[in-house]
C-alpha cells in the first residue's frame, strides 16, 4: 500500500523568512513518482514538481528547492524568502508504478506568510 | 497555454435533482481523473480512465454517482439523485500514464 504523510498541518511565518515543508512517503515499489502541487486561496490545484524514483538530485527553482532523499523516504520541500504570494495549501503526492497512475495525496500543509 | 476545462463553475441544486458536470482535458492526455475535495474529507479520488476506458470507480458512491468519457475531448460526472452530502468542490484533472497531472479549475457544487 502506498502512502504521503505530511506531519505539517499548519504552519504561519513571516514575510522574508525561509520555510521547509515535509513530506513523508511509503512504497513498496520501486519505480516510483514523487509531486508537489499548490493549492492558492483561488482554488485551483497547480503542478510545481515531479521527481522519479531513480533521481535523487535535488532541484531548484527560483525560491524554491526540493530535497529528495530515499534512505529517509522524505521529499521536502523549501521556500527560501518567503512571500505573501506564497500563502497557499501544498500538498504532497505519490504514484507507484504498479498502481496505473493512480494518485495518493498527502493531507496538504497550509502555509500562511505574514507581511 | 494548454488548460482543463470544467463546466459549470458553480452550480446550486436542490436535494434530489440530478447534478452533471463536465470536463475537457488536455489534447493529447490520455488519462483523466474525477476528484472531490472537501474540508473534512481533503481530496478524494472518485474515478479515472486511461484511454477513455475506466480504470477504477471505487472512489464512487455506485448507487449515485457515474462517470463516462464518450469521446476523448468529453468527460462527465452524474450525481442523481443529488444529496446534501454531495456538496464538494469536483476537480478534474488530466495526464498521461504516470506523469503529472494537471488540474481544472473546479465545480463548486451545493445541493440545498
Known amino acids: 500500500a502506498q502512502k504521503v504523510t505530511q506531519a505539517q498541518t499548519e504552519i504561519s511565518v513571516v514575510e522574508k523568512e525561509d520555510v521547509t515543508l515535509d513530506c513523508v512517503y511509503e512504497?513498496?515499489?520501486?519505480?516510483?513518482?514523487l509531486f508537489w502541487y499548490k493549492q492558492p486561496p483561488s482554488g485551483e490545484l497547480v503542478f510545481l514538481i515531479r521527481r522519479n524514483s531513480f533521481d535523487e538530485q535535488n532541484e531548484i527553482s527560483g525560491r524554491y528547492s526540493w530535497n529528495f532523499q530515499k534512505s529517509t523516504s522524505s521529499f521536502n520541500f523549501t521556500i527560501t524568502a518567503s512571500q505573501v504570494v506564497d500563502s497557499a495549501v501544498y500538498f504532497c503526492a505519490l504514484v507507484a508504478y504498479s498502481s496505473a497512475s493512480k494518485i495518493i495525496f498527502g493531507s496538504g500543509t497550509r502555509l500562511s506568510i505574514r507581511p | 497555454d494548454a488548460r482543463v476545462t470544467q463546466t459549470p463553475r458553480h452550480k446550486v441544486t436542490e436535494m434530489g435533482q440530478e447534478v452533471t458536470m463536465r470536463c475537457q482535458p488536455i489534447l493529447g492526455h490520455n488519462t483523466v481523473f474525477w476528484y472531490r475535495q472537501t474540508m473534512m474529507q481533503g481530496l478524494e479520488l472518485l474515478a479515472y480512465?486511461?484511454?477513455?476506458?475506466?480504470?477504477?470507480d471505487s472512489g464512487m458512491p455506485k448507487d449515485r454517482f457515474s462517470a463516462e468519457m464518450p469521446d476523448a475531448t468529453l468527460a462527465t460526472l452524474k450525481i442523481q439523485p443529488s444529496e446534501p452530502r454531495d456538496s464538494a468542490v469536483y476537480f478534474c484533472a488530466s495526464g498521461i500514464l504516470h506523469y503529472e497531472q494537471y488540474f481544472g479549475p473546479g465545480t463548486r457544487l451545493t445541493v440545498t
Open positions: 480512465f486511461r484511454n477513455r476506458a475506466p480504470l477504477d
Open positions: 512504497t513498496r515499489d520501486t519505480t516510483y513518482y
